[in-house]
């Protein structure tokens, strides 16, 4: 058991998250690696080929960027409910 500001017991593994400005970090976190993805991608904007198993496709570099970011978030989502609890 720990003490909390107002003098009340709280379990020690259900203290309260960190926060910036009210703000959890996890959010912050977040916001700022959305925000850096998005200047990656605007600052790929050349149109490049991207060449598959039987086909080449011209295609922007962000577009395959953002496939690729999109493809991996989905990844890391779908496994995320295979962790053990």
Excluded at 34 to 50: R, T
């Amino acid at each position: 058991m720990t003490k909390t500001s107002g003098g009340s017991s709280a379990p020690s593994g259900g203290g309260k998250r960190s926060e910036i400005a009210g703000i959890p970090t996890r959010v912050i976190a977040i916001g700022v690696l959305v925000v850096l993805a998005v200047w990656f991608l605007l600052a790929n904007l050349d149109k490049v080929k991207i060449q598959f198993w039987v086909f080449t496709v011209t295609a922007p570099l962000w577009i395959a960027l953002l496939a690729t970011l999109l493809a991996g978030g989905a990844l890391g989502w779908l496994l995320k409910g295979r962790r053990s609890k």
